[in-house]
């Protein structure tokens, strides 16, 4: 893909329910490996840029986890999947330009590029981790773009759990397939189960982090 200057050598795709913990893990793995080796897409990042844009909404309450973007979820699903029908990947592909091109990552520090990555040339992040994927189609996006490094991360909390963070069922939302999509059909490569009564995230996490050594120490044997 002629926008993106260097490959990662490992893209971990996350999904799970909202308030499952996704951003939660995801930055949590960020933190452990630090922000030179892996940065954080969200696919929602450019779906709410735009549509923050085009309905005159604050960008930064829609990007963080309070009730703000709740309002908006509904109205949110339904304007990104007419802009999904035209084609699948549109979301997808935008959120991996960013991880190269810190221009609409912006000052909300959602990836390390804009920190770490000046410019496009300096980049050389090994790692991945898309936050937020809803649909088989964004799945499949990332695994026919990186059909090596790509493995799928599903974040699993019970409802009552959720509840406590935040969550109540809403008609249209949590039955749709933004919340569906990936229910059924798919074979997880790890589940992480985000409960209090569970293995630590950090037991449960090391083999992933470990994956991610592997792919660094793999790149630096490559670019020597
Ligand atoms: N293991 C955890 N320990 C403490 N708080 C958590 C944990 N997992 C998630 N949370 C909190 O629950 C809320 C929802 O988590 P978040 O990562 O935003 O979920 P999602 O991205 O799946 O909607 C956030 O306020 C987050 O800080
Ligand atoms: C319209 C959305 O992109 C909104 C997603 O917002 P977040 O990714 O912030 O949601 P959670 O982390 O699960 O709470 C969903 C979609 O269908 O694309």
């Given at each position: ?63 963080g ?53 000046q ?33 799928s ?60 050594e ?9 670019q020597?």
């Amino acid at each position: 893909m002629e926008d993106r200057v260097s490959e990662p050598s490992l893209v971990l795709v996350f999904s799970g329910k909202r308030k499952s913990g996704k951003d939660y893990v995801t930055e949590l793995i960020q933190q452990r490996l630090g922000p030179d080796v892996c940065c954080i897409l969200r696919l929602s990042g450019p779906l709410k840029e735009q549509y923050a844009q085009e309905h005159g909404l604050d960008l930064d309450q829609l990007m963080g986890p309070g009730p703000y973007k709740e309002q908006y979820r509904a109205d949110m699903i339904h304007w990104g999947e007419s802009r999904r029908r035209q084609d699948p990947g549109f979301f997808c592909r935008l959120a991996s330009r960013g991880a190269c091109q810190p221009v609409w990552v912006g000052e909300r520090g959602s990836c390390c590029c804009d920190v770490i990555l000046q410019t496009a040339e300096l980049c050389s992040v090994i790692g991945q981790l898309v936050s937020d994927a809803r649909r088989l189609s964004d799945l499949q996006w990332f695994q026919a773009e990186f059909p090596q490094q790509t493995q799928s991360v599903r974040v699993q909390s019970s409802e009552k759990t959720r509840s406590q963070r935040g969550w109540s069922f809403t008609a249209g939302v949590d039955d749709a397939e933004s919340e569906c999509g990936l229910d059924n059909g798919v074979e997880f490569d790890w589940i992480v189960i985000n409960e209090a009564d569970a293995p630590s995230l950090d037991e449960q996490l090391r083999p992933i982090l470990q994956l991610t050594e592997e792919a660094a120490s793999t790149s630096s044997v490559n670019q020597s």
